[in-house]
């Protein structure tokens, strides 16, 4: 039997158990906390089924270890040659079984001897998701260790950048702004993790990007200089696996829990765009370099007609809708990834619009076009 749901999340996440009751737990657990679409199926012949039919892209995976057409975890040799990140869960807790699963580069084993199994899995499930967008780079001079590492990060469905020295770690941390995690080899010939540390810590401060270090060096100094030289972590090779993935977990968590944050505290939490606050700021910064370049600058304050008149009449439900499509509207319109151009909300039904350079001297036939399309909303 093969169960769908019905969800219009574009994430994609097999379930592969056989019991009933479980898997329709599971099920509705994945679907109701992380809203994604689930596909749940109860053998390897239904996997296989649905391969055959669908040609199904999955995003993340859970899987039972023992199924009554593969009792010895055939389905999860099948699910990983797809590439798909896969938690791994069982009836008990085996160390031989243990080792020989993470020998093939699971995300997670998880064994099934509690309620709080599931809470495990849905929330690996999630990271597993969330990984997805999180990029690493793993800088490395032993090219058999650059990839060991690689693999592991990708088995929990990380996107990873490599370097093979300090030189070209500089190089791709300022062509890839996404990177959250650098993962570094404390003893590189041509430059070693402590300088490279270094040298980062000058553009990026520890809650932009964590630093780990990795090393099999004996001397106790080597971590102690790696730490003082501005890294969040250090591992000592040789490392197990789950302490691997536990600690660069904790070092991301950590860089994204700052960046909701800062996100919070510089968007409007109701019409979405920049804040009074960070608005000032950007515009402070975005008019001091057009002076510096004697670029062109323009500004547009923008006001709501007859604002208090949606509210008194339909609402502030109402008056809270008109402000987010009125802010989607200027995003729209003004939003530009360059940095060109800032939108922001400066009170009430009042938001601002600064731009410089050729986003500025376009910005009469911009608003002529924003005022259009208010027209034509409904």
Not at 162 to 169: L, R, S, V, W, Y
Request: aromatic share 6%; charged share 25%; net charge negative.
């Amino acid at each position: 039997m093969i169960q769908k749901s019905f969800s219009d999340s574009s994430e994609q996440v097999l379930l592969v158990e056989d019991s009933k009751t479980f898997g329709r737990i599971m099920k509705r657990r994945l679907e109701n906390d992380l809203h994604v679409s689930v596909t749940w199926k109860e053998s390897k012949a239904d996997y296989l089924a649905a391969l055959n039919q669908d040609d199904a892209r999955f995003d993340a995976a859970v899987l039972d270890v023992n199924l009554p057409d593969a009792p010895n975890g055939e389905i999860i040799d099948l699910v990983l040659s797809r590439g798909v990140p896969s938690i791994i869960l069982t009836g008990s807790y085996d160390p031989n079984l243990r080792e020989r699963l993470w020998e093939k580069r699971i995300a997670d084993y998880i064994p099934k001897d509690s309620v709080q199994c599931i809470d495990n899995a849905v929330n690996m499930t999630r990271r597993i998701l969330r990984n997805a967008n999180t990029t690493c780079l793993v800088v490395d001079d032993s090219r058999t260790t650059l990839h060991y590492i690689e693999t592991l990060l990708c088995a929990q469905g990380y996107k990873v950048l490599t370097a093979a020295n300090g030189k070209e770690a500089l190089a791709a941390l300022n062509d890839h702004q996404d990177i959250r995690l650098l993962l570094v080899d404390c003893t590189m010939q041509e430059m070693d993790g402590a300088t490279l540390a270094q040298e980062v810590r000058k553009i990026y401060s520890p809650d932009k990007l964590a630093i780990v270090g990795v090393s099999n060096a004996d001397v106790p100094s080597t971590s102690i200089r790696f730490l003082k030289s501005g890294a969040n972590d250090y591992i000592k090779k040789p490392f197990q696996i789950e302490e691997f993935y536990c600690r660069i977990s904790l070092n991301i968590d950590m860089v994204l829990q700052f960046e909701t944050i800062r996100t919070l505290a510089y968007t409007d939490f109701l019409a979405g765009v920049c804040n009074r606050r960070r608005l000032f700021e950007l515009a402070e910064a975005t008019l001091a370099e057009a002076g510096r370049q004697r670029l062109p600058v323009a500004v547009a304050m923008l006001d709501i007609d007859h604002f208090k008149r949606i509210n008194d009449t339909h609402g502030h439900d109402v008056g809270d809708m008109t402000l987010r499509h009125l802010a989607g509207l200027l995003k729209s319109h003004f939003a530009t990834p360059d940095g060109s151009r800032h939108v922001g909300r400066i009170g009430g039904e009042e938001f601002c619009v600064v731009a410089t350079g050729a986003a500025a001297q376009v910005m009469p036939e911009a608003c002529e076009a924003l005022r259009h399309a208010v027209e034509e909303s409904k």
